[in-house]
């Protein structure tokens, strides 16, 4: 095994073992206990074996990050790059990419063949898998295990979760010879605090000695009191809590907020708070004018001060260039504190001797929710810095939304369990059936997370069903009489007749008499026939159970008892088996357009595999239409960047489109009705955006003018026009990748791209 400098945690040393032994690994740890150490095994083996090594990340960012730190140690020779715009020596015996772009490499499609992808690698390094928990993005990882051939190790490095042993065993099924390193021991313990806004001068420990929640921790108030609003919760606390953390040699800190206006408000708020000495001040000042020298479009920043008083806010409403200089900073322990949105729990190395929470509580477009304890163990879990801090510190803010106890709870919680996000779409269905049959695409399917924790997924439904079937059993009766339901539904039939004829017999009688007329021969012919209902009721063995009452009342409720039960395990059915449901319905979409024929691609159908986008079968078909030919490449840009942007929350200002771009738009908002259609009958819910928010901005910028020009009149956060800007370049790129393209178009889009990629866009 390779010696590292310094002695391994039990966990480390046992998960590198197994690596050396051949065998594939899932690692859950805390965050900060050292998996990067795991990883670092994997690399230096495979440099021993003259193999390669892939190197996963979620995010583009983290990727770029681990290809610098691997550069500096291991010789920028022997290190690549692969993002979804970035390809640098991707023959390198470490490749560092983003999980996408390997996922895509197993599929074989604009990267190659599959054989050659993967020529020599030995290990694949799959760093946060957690990340199969995101809603949006979490199939990539499961897509990446299933196809991923067994003869590479996969060495899959997690923070904590409930249901590892899980993951492992699903891994264990699909590529065989896993084994699982599960350790919750924290390098840096943490120990939490509480801010309580009614003693502003100190954090309070959240517990006691004993383990118990502190009660001189008070709740906070609400903040309307007799119709009016209280002045006190006006007040923020932010600079309170900082001069606490200062005063407590607490710095540097990470004060997690979930606004980015929050963000830069409580920044601004503390950047004149005294955090730095005379050296740190000189320092800052020095590294950020050589940084803004390099990139002069900084130089406006309103932010520029708070950097030089040690203050920064991170959020992805900047500019990637603004928040890799304010990461920097802070690895240096510069920055004293950087007020983030949760995003900055995601990998990004930026270590901090205490992280603030704001709030356990998060605003969504549902309401105020809690966190997740998954949640909370990441953002919790950036504090203490291994080798720098003996503990790490979490302090939770006091808000009206949620009460100690409930952080008391938060804190103690469990991480909670992985769950399947695999999602069928119509590039995954076109790129099996390329490779496989219908039967061994559902193989496949079959292999996911999703249908492996299937017992787990329907677990709730099926214990709603075990109630429903108690309450059958409660409600049930068993009639003396050995008579089913049918029989006391008959004499209800006979019993109701009666007593409605009676009644009206009654009537009939009353009024006859009041106006001293003889009975009608029909009314006396009525009364008899009534009688006999009598006779026909009382025949019944229920008109003299003394059960009926109870029999008959249980009746309805077990009625729709059984219509509840019916639905559910309907519903039981059809999750069971969702996953090979949304691959047909996918699979039957394409048909109908003839993207397949015989359960097979058709040239359209290839072209469309290749594709990556939220809905690619929209795409292609806009790309088909041959709209998107004779434009310009900065209108081709401003059209792209519409169908790329999502759907976005606020009132936003219209900024108009040249007039090329807004009749190509309604060409696609054509196509678009048309692919709706044919979703909505076939159930697919695949998003189709057409939003111009930027599509103004990106015909200005790629037609040359300066970033001050686009992005200083606009309600839009630099960084929100960055990443449309991105988005947009990311399909212009697969314009000229993929096959069938009209070479006019693969010009267009190229020249778009060199147009668009200029700094700061160009930068990560």
Same mark, same amino acid.
């Given at each position: 095994?390779?010696?590292?400098?310094?002695?391994?945690?039990?966990?480390?040393?046992?998960?590198?073992?197994?690596?050396?032994?051949?065998?594939?690994?899932?690692?859950?740890?805390?965050?900060?206990?050292?998996?990067?150490?795991?990883?670092?095994?994997?690399?230096?083996?495979?440099?021993?074996?003259?193999?390669?090594?892939?190197?996963?990340?979620?995010?583009?960012?983290?990727?770029?990050?681990?290809?610098?730190?691997?550069?500096?140690? $291991?010789?920028?020779?022997?290190?690549?790059?692969?993002?979804?715009?970035?390809?640098?020596?991707?023959?390198?015996?470490?490749?560092?990419?983003?999980?996408?772009?390997?996922?895509?490499?197993?599929?074989?499609?604009?990267?190659?063949?599959?054989?050659?992808?993967?020529?020599?690698?030995?290990?694949?390094?799959?760093?946060?898998?957690?990340?199969?928990?995101?809603?949006?993005?979490?199939?990539? &990882?499961?897509?990446?295990?299933?196809?991923?051939?067994?003869?590479?190790?996969?060495?899959?490095?997690?923070?904590?979760?409930?249901?590892?042993?899980?993951?492992?065993?699903?891994?264990?099924?699909?590529?065989?010879?896993?084994?699982?390193?599960?350790?919750?021991?924290?390098?840096?313990?943490?120990?939490?605090?509480?801010?309580?806004?009614?003693?502003?001068?100190?954090?309070?420990?959240?517990?006691?000695?004993?383990?118990?929640?502190?009660?001189?921790?008070?709740?906070?108030?609400?903040?309307?009191?007799?119709?009016?609003?209280?002045?006190?919760?006006?007040?923020?606390?932010?600079?309170?809590?900082?001069?606490?953390?200062?005063?407590?040699?607490?710095?540097?800190?990470?004060?997690?907020?979930?606004?980015?206006?929050?963000?830069?408000?409580?920044?601004?708020?503390?950047?004149?708070?005294?955090?730095?000495?005379?050296?740190?001040?000189?320092?800052?000042?020095?590294?950020?004018?050589?940084?803004?020298?390099?990139?002069? $479009?900084?130089?406006?920043?309103?932010?520029?001060?708070?950097?030089?008083?040690?203050?920064?806010?991170?959020?992805?409403?900047?500019?990637?260039? &603004?928040?890799?200089?304010?990461?920097?900073?802070?690895?240096?322990?510069?920055?004293?504190?950087?007020?983030?949105?949760?995003?900055?729990?995601?990998?990004?190395?930026?270590?901090?001797?205490?992280?603030?929470i704001s709030s356990v509580s998060k605003?969504?477009?549902?309401?105020?929710?809690?966190?997740?304890?998954?949640?909370?163990?990441?953002?919790?879990?950036?504090?203490?810095?291994?080798?720098?801090?003996?503990?790490?510190?979490?302090?939770?803010?006091?808000?009206?939304?949620?009460?100690?106890?409930?952080?008391?709870?938060?804190?103690?919680?469990?991480?909670?369990?992985?769950?399947?996000?695999?999602?069928?779409?119509?590039?995954?269905?076109?790129?099996?059936?390329?490779?496989?049959?219908?039967?061994?695409?559902?193989?496949?399917?079959?292999?996911?997370?999703?249908?492996?924790?299937?017992?787990?997924?329907?677990?709730?439904?099926?214990?709603?069903?075990?109630?429903?079937?108690?309450?059958?059993?409660?409600?049930?009766?068993?009639?003396?009489?050995h008579k089913d339901d049918k029989t006391?539904?008959?004499?209800?039939?006979?019993?109701?007749?009666?007593?409605?004829?009676?009644?009206?017999?009654?009537?009939?009688?009353?009024?006859?008499?009041?106006?001293?007329?003889?009975?009608?021969?029909?009314?006396?012919?009525?009364?008899?026939?009534?009688?006999?209902?009598?006779?026909?009721?009382?025949?019944?063995?229920?008109?003299?159970?003394?059960?009926?009452?109870?029999?008959?009342?249980?009746?309805?409720?077990?009625?729709?008892?059984?219509?509840?039960?019916?639905?559910?395990?309907?519903?039981?059915?059809?999750?069971?088996?969702?996953? &090979?449901?949304?691959?047909?319905?996918?699979?039957?979409?394409?048909?109908?357009?003839?993207?397949?024929?015989?359960?097979?691609?058709?040239?359209?159908?290839?072209?469309?595999?290749?594709?990556?986008?939220?809905?690619?079968?929209?795409?292609?078909?806009?790309?088909?239409?041959?709209?998107?030919?004779?434009?310009?490449?900065?209108?081709?840009?401003?059209?792209?960047?519409?169908?790329?942007?999502?759907?976005?929350?606020?009132?936003?200002?219209?900024?108009?489109?040249?007039?090329?771009?807004?009749?190509?738009?309604?060409?696609?908002?054509?196509?678009?009705?048309?692919?709706?259609?044919?979703?909505?009958?076939?159930?697919?819910?695949?998003?189709?955006?057409?939003?111009? $928010?930027?599509?103004?901005?990106?015909e200005l910028w790629a037609e040359g003018?300066? &970033?001050?020009?686009?992005?200083?009149?606009?309600?839009?956060?630099?960084?929100?026009?960055?990443?449309?800007?991105?988005?947009?370049?990311?399909?212009?790129?697969?314009?000229?990748?993929?096959?069938?393209?009209?070479?006019?178009?693969?010009?267009?889009?190229?020249?778009?791209?060199?147009?668009?990629?200029?700094?700061?866009?160009?930068?990560?």
């Amino acid at each position: 095994m390779y010696e590292f400098p310094f002695e391994l945690d039990d966990f480390q040393k046992q998960a590198c073992e197994y690596i050396t032994n051949g065998k594939s690994v899932v690692v859950c740890a805390p965050t900060g206990a050292g998996k990067t150490v795991i990883a670092q095994h994997a690399i230096h083996l495979a440099l021993e074996q003259g193999s390669r090594v892939f190197y996963t990340t979620p995010l583009k960012a983290l990727s770029n990050q681990k290809f610098y730190d691997f550069g500096e140690k $291991y010789g920028t020779d022997k290190v690549g790059l692969l993002t979804g715009d970035t390809s640098i020596n991707r023959d390198a015996q470490i490749v560092v990419m983003t999980t996408e772009v390997f996922r895509n490499m197993l599929y074989g499609t604009n990267f190659g063949a599959v054989s050659d992808n993967l020529k020599n690698v030995r290990y694949v390094i799959l760093d946060e898998v957690h990340y199969m928990n995101d809603e949006q993005r979490g199939t990539v &990882w499961e897509e990446s295990i299933i196809y991923c051939p067994v003869n590479i190790q996969i060495i899959a490095l997690s923070a904590t979760v409930a249901n590892a042993d899980e993951l492992t065993g699903w891994i264990n099924t699909v590529h065989s010879g896993t084994e699982l390193v599960n350790t919750d021991f924290r390098p840096v313990p943490l120990k939490y605090f509480y801010f309580d806004s009614s003693q502003p001068t100190r954090i309070l420990p959240l517990f006691t000695p004993t383990g118990q929640l502190n009660n001189r921790i008070k709740p906070e108030r609400p903040p309307f009191r007799g119709g009016g609003r209280s002045k006190k919760q006006d007040k923020s606390y932010v600079k309170e809590i900082v001069r606490n953390l200062y005063s407590q040699d607490m710095l540097p800190a990470i004060y997690f907020t979930f606004s980015r206006k929050k963000c830069d408000e409580q920044a601004e708020k503390c950047a004149y708070l005294d955090l730095l000495t005379n050296e740190e001040r000189a320092k800052i000042k020095q590294f950020v004018d050589e940084y803004i020298a390099e990139n002069p $479009y900084l130089y406006n920043n309103k932010q520029l001060e708070f950097l030089y008083n040690g203050v920064a806010s991170h959020h992805a409403g900047l500019l990637p260039s &603004w928040k890799n200089l304010v990461e920097k900073l802070f690895q240096q322990s510069l920055i004293k504190v950087v007020f983030a949105t949760e995003t900055l729990a995601a990998g990004i190395n930026m270590p901090a001797r205490t992280t603030v929470i704001s709030s356990v509580s998060k605003r969504t477009d549902s309401g105020h929710r809690m966190l997740t304890a998954s949640e909370f163990l990441q953002m919790s879990g950036r504090a203490g810095r291994r080798g720098m801090d003996e503990v790490g510190y979490v302090v939770v803010v006091g808000n009206y939304f949620q009460s100690p106890e409930e952080v008391a709870e938060l804190v103690l919680s469990d991480a909670n369990p992985l769950e399947s996000r695999f999602s069928p779409s119509y590039s995954m269905v076109l790129n099996l059936l390329q490779r496989f049959t219908l039967d061994e695409a559902k193989d496949l399917i079959m292999k996911s997370f999703g249908y492996y924790s299937t017992g787990t997924r329907l677990f709730p439904l099926i214990q709603q069903a075990e109630i429903y079937k108690a309450q059958l059993a409660e409600r049930s009766v068993n009639c003396p009489y050995h008579k089913d339901d049918k029989t006391l539904f008959e004499y209800l039939s006979v019993k109701n007749l009666y007593l409605k004829n009676k009644d009206t017999y009654k009537k009939i009688i009353r009024q006859e008499n009041a106006r001293n007329r003889k009975i009608s021969d029909e009314a006396l012919k009525f009364g008899q026939d009534n009688k006999k209902n009598l006779d026909k009721m009382h025949s019944f063995c229920c008109d003299n159970c003394k059960l009926f009452k109870k029999h008959s009342k249980n009746v309805e409720v077990i009625a729709r008892i059984q219509e509840h039960l019916k639905k559910l395990e309907k519903e039981t059915e059809h999750q069971r088996d969702v996953f &090979w449901n949304k691959f047909m319905a996918h699979r039957n979409a394409l048909t109908e357009v003839g993207y397949l024929v015989d359960d097979y691609p058709t040239e359209k159908g290839k072209t469309t595999s290749q594709i990556r986008s939220e809905n690619e079968l929209f795409l292609a078909q806009i790309i088909f239409s041959g709209v998107l030919e004779n434009l310009t490449p900065s209108q081709l840009a401003g059209v792209i960047c519409a169908i790329t942007t999502e759907d976005m929350h606020g009132d936003f200002p219209y900024l108009p489109i040249s007039e090329p771009v807004r009749k190509t738009l309604n060409h696609i908002r054509n196509i678009k009705r048309k692919i709706e259609k044919i979703q909505k009958y076939h159930r697919i819910e695949a998003p189709l955006y057409i939003n111009t $928010y930027f599509s103004s901005l990106i015909e200005l910028w790629a037609e040359g003018a300066e &970033w001050e020009t686009v992005a200083g009149d606009t309600d839009f956060a630099e960084g929100d026009i960055v990443r449309a800007f991105k988005r947009t370049i990311d399909v212009l790129r697969q314009l000229t990748n993929i096959s069938n393209i009209p070479e006019a178009l693969v010009f267009t889009a190229r020249d778009a791209i060199e147009k668009i990629q200029r700094e700061p866009v160009n930068l990560d």
